[in-house]
């Protein structure tokens, strides 16, 4: 038999548009922070270790990206899929090898979104709902704020992850759009992206450090509900010119399970409930000039600060108590050509102090206490962190027909201080951050 199918009036044949592009990037750093092209801000040494006078060179061809977005309309509907890729799989262990790189592809984006009479739902892998945008609540990249920076991971203080997700979104008009997002939870207790992690109590170290996410798990980790986040966003018209405003709320939730066999605990479950919000504005002050600021404040989020903080810290007792974290990107881009931009940004990080006495740990009294938990007297706890960037992109060749060539350049200043300083060690860390890269997009 021979099936037929027939266009109605509101289905149409989808549009299939290539997308990428190829970089030659060459970065370097002032302290040997061994994170690959992506920098681990948390993570540079002190002047007193050996990775403090040491420095990198290194080339890469790792942000290079493919992808594919189709378009087509289905009753009525519009839907778009877009699939994003890049090749910083196993950024550290295979991609930097003697005789031969054997960087692999590695998802970005992936996701499908469908829009009609005002809503819009999407379901798969994108940038969190949390993370800024450019435009309205738009998933697509070139709609989201994540800088002009060559650094992989962006700039400090910037609130992103990439994420599987559901989103529910509607457009009462065409300026105003608010939405929900359920994505991908992690009970996080800091240890990834360079970041401190938390001590646990004595008594519940070996039984619940399976329960949590110390950035080198390799599996996913129990966590209690999916991450909530509510978002609106407003994109005014003063002229040509548009400005967007946005605000966002982040619920996470937090939970363990505490054996009997554990010493000094309550056993069973205990649970605490995470709280951040951010207000963000990207305003074009006058034509090509943007003024922009994101700023996210929270008890429990600092996951979502490229995991620079942990989420919580856990008690002797199995109770769990919320970390805060605050952060911060303010700047401006400015368009001085069709061909030429330049922005300067400033990142910072607060990571608070969350102390714990722990009666569990061996020779533990009230005139000789041990603590736990977060910046501790005698722990390396991260206190804050600050990232002063200056970028300037060029565009050295454009056609519509065959792509672009560009030219994007970064310096960036680093610095971060613990919450203690050891006798006679340093105050604070620092690095400078070097990235020249020659970029061909695709048409």
Known sequence: TTEIYTLSLHDALPIFTPLGFVDATFFARSTAVGSGIGTNFMGIPYNNAVAGRLSETNFSAQNSRIGMRVDSTVLGAKVLGYLEADFLFNNDANSYQVTSNSAGLRLRNYFVDVQKDGFE???????????????????????????????????????????????????????????????NPQQYIGGGSGASTVVLPANLNSSLANEYNSGQTPTAVPNWFPDIIAKAAYDGHVGDKIEHIEIAGLVSGFKDYVPSSAAKSIAGTHSAVGFGGSLNFNLELFKGFHLISNNFISDGGGRYIFGTAPDFVVRPTGDLSPVRADSTVDGFEVTLSPKTLIAMYYGGVYVGKNVIFDNTATGSTLKKPVYVGYGYPGSSSVRDGQELTFDWVQTLWKNKNYGALSLINQYSYLMKEPWLVATAGPRQAHSNLIYIDLRYTLP
């Open 121 to 183: 739902i999407l379901g798969g892998q994108d940038w969190s709902m949390l993370t800024p945008n450019r435009v309205g609540l738009s998933p697509l990249p070139s709609d989201i704020f994540y800088t002009q920076n060559e650094d992989t991971n962006y700039q400090l203080g910037l609130t992103w992850t990439r994420q599987p997700q559901f989103r529910f979104i509607a457009h009462p008009s065409d300026d105003f759009a608010l939405g929900v997002s359920l994505e």
